[in-house]
């Protein structure tokens, strides 16, 4: 990583969360605003639930659906994964590209395409959707969903969130959010490792208050 971190980079007033560039699909500031960051907690779990040793000669594939930066999907890599790193914003691929100087990399390939247009995923030992699906149109969720479920092999797992339907965000248009009951219905062919739903009041660094109701996730496939 050549890029600076938030806290190196100079600012001319209060920092903004990355939230805040989520919320408006600001996408460049929100990769910014993470730039550094390490992989998601719900991938190093679900990285412990993938008990077998990595061939080298034949890696297995890990999906980064949502990629972002690129924050798994470098997590992935080193640890000598194959990765397809897909998102819909050219600056996410461009910067695992050039800011991560993972262009060349032979175990990865990256996909510009929105959620809209996913379909026939290859067959994956691992699924990441970090803070990702929720931005995916509520109209095309249900068929994205099916084709992850599809793409994970049995035995595979997902690791990602899902966003509640008393977060702040819920009532946006473009948002797919779940109650309870519907994301735990979703993984109805998982086995469940992990299902933590968080919900709780913070504020921005301006301090406007955002309601936060997150599942976070990670199962294996039946
Ligand atoms: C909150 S960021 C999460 C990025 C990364 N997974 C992480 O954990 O930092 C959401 C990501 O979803 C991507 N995204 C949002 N809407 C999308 C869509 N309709 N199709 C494809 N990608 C989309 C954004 O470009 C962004 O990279």
Redesign the pocket.
């Known amino acids: 990583m050549t890029e600076p971190t938030p806290a190196d980079r100079p600012t001319s007033g209060p920092a903004r969360k990355?939230h805040e560039f989520?919320a408006t699909?600001d996408?460049p500031g929100?990769?910014d605003a993470?730039a550094g960051?390490g992989p998601?907690d719900t991938l190093l779990r679900a990285l412990e639930l993938f008990d077998q040793p990595i061939d080298p000669d034949a890696p297995p594939l890990a999906i980064?659906l949502?990629?972002?930066?690129g924050?798994?999907t470098q997590h992935l890599i080193d640890l000598g994964w194959r990765v397809l790193a897909?998102?819909?914003?050219a600056d996410?691929i461009r910067r695992i590209r050039e800011v991560r100087r993972l262009a060349e990399h032979p175990r990865l390939t990256l996909l510009e395409?929105?959620?809209?247009s996913v379909e026939q995923l290859p067959a994956c030992d691992l699924l990441a959707?970090?803070?990702?699906l929720p931005?995916?149109?509520p109209e095309h969720f249900a068929r994205l969903w099916s084709e992850l479920q599809a793409a994970l092999k049995p035995g595979a797992i997902f690791a990602g969130q899902l966003f509640g339907d008393r977060d702040e965000w819920a009532t946006l248009p473009d948002r797919a959010h779940h109650t309870r009951e519907a994301a735990l219905e979703l993984l109805s062919a998982f086995e469940i490792d992990t299902f933590n739903e968080e919900e709780r009041d913070g504020e921005d660094a301006s301090g406007t208050p955002k309601h936060w109701h997150v599942f976070h996730i990670v199962a294996r496939k039946r």
Do not use: K, N, Q, T
Request: glycine fraction near 10%; include cysteine; charge should be negative.
């Open positions: 990355p989520a699909r996408w929100y990769f993470v960051s998601r980064d949502g990629c972002g930066e924050r798994d897909i998102d819909g914003h996410a395409l929105p959620f809209e959707a970090s803070f990702s931005f995916c149109p």
